[in-house]
């Protein structure tokens, strides 16, 4: 008996460990949620940074959904949309960038409620096209359409989740990593450091335009 054969018999081992694998390394390399997310921990704080990520988790719920149900084949296969979705991700980023280089000490304890914290971490992930080609491109090629497993519904809702657990994981560990550097690096420089996250922001969102283009 071929024991690879065994272990990696259908979608429950080695696909899913691949799949792990993948989303590793999609998370570890920089991106615009990690960007975001380290930006607002070194400018609001530790509280601000974990509200922010439970937006992006739920943002991210919103892309698995949709995997889930087949929808994101209509987003690859209608471009328009696709451009749609990624402009307006570039647009909020742009905005977020914008709101963090004017923002003074007043404005930034308005903007700090939960609610608004959850919210623009869950739009500037739901717009994120990162996030969008991964769920569209990379997802379906890890759901076995004869797998005597799981229906295809609940492979995708499968993939989704450990996609969330992972990114969230990530997500929250780049949050506590800038809440530990945030007095060494912000103490006594608030509108400096704040104005070098903006841009660095700017930044990310331009790479993000060149890595999401489609010929």
Known sequence: MDLDAVICSGQNWCNVLEFILTVLLLEL????????LA??????????GLLATA???????????????????????FPLLYQALRWTGVAYLLYLAWETWQ??????????????????????NVFNPKSILFFVSVVPG????????????????RLGAIYI?????????????????????????????RRVLAVALVLVTAWLVWSTRRA
């Open 103 to 124: 923002s003074n000490a007043s404005e930034r304890s308005e903007l700090a409620a939960s609610a608004s914290l959850f919210w623009r971490g869950f739009f500037s």
């Open 29 to 36: 390399t920089p991106g615009p949620n990690m960007a975001y």
């Open 142 to 157: 890890f759901i076995h359409l004869d797998s005597n497993d799981a229906g295809l519904f609940a492979q995708a809702a």
């Open 55 to 77: 937006g992006v988790a739920a943002g991210l719920s919103v892309h698995a959904i949709v995997a889930a149900f087949g929808l994101g084949v209509l987003i690859s296969q």
């Open 165 to 193: 657990a992972i990114a969230t994981a990530i997500h929250a560990s780049i949050v506590l990593l800038a809440s530990r550097l945030r007095p060494v690096l912000v103490s006594g420089h608030h509108q400096t450091v």
């Open 39 to 48: 930006t607002l921990t070194l400018d609001r704080g530790r509280r601000a």
